[in-house]
């Protein structure tokens, strides 16, 4: 069974910076790909970023190059990296980790309580 646990939102001011890190257990060895996810008020959750094992990024479009989705070798941790914020990229963010094709918290439905973050002056 896989827990992740996100930490490192917070308030920020517009063009500020924040670092948010998801904590992996379980079976981590089985991973090939982790993600950000985040979801604002009234709004769909969205794909943020992804990495999977050979290091390849994706990221939304309105990332635009603000942000870096990185991890650890072993799978215990995947950081995003965000930088000059948005009040638009207010949301409580998310990640899920993937086995195989199958998402972990997409497919189960269940994803925790993420970490808020707020863009505000």
């Known amino acids: 069974q896989v827990r992740l646990v996100e930490s490192g939102g917070g308030l920020v001011q517009p063009g500020g910076s924040l670092r948010l890190s998801c904590a992996a257990s379980?079976?981590?060895?089985?991973?090939?790909?982790m993600g950000w996810y985040r979801q604002a008020p009234g709004k769909e959750r969205e794909v943020v970023a992804t990495?999977?094992?050979?290091?390849?990024?994706d990221y939304g479009d309105f990332v635009k190059g603000r942000f870096t989705i990185s991890r650890d070798n072993s799978w215990n941790t995947a950081y995003l990296q965000m930088t000059n914020l948005k009040p638009e990229d207010t949301a409580v963010y998310y990640c899920?980790?993937?086995?195989?094709?199958?998402?972990?918290?997409?497919?189960?439905?269940?994803w925790g309580q993420g970490t808020q973050v707020t863009v505000s002056s």
């Open positions: 899920d980790a993937r086995y195989g094709s199958v998402w972990v918290r997409r497919h189960s439905g269940s």
């Open positions: 990495i999977i094992a050979n290091g390849r990024t």
């Open positions: 379980g079976n981590r060895a089985s991973f090939n790909a």
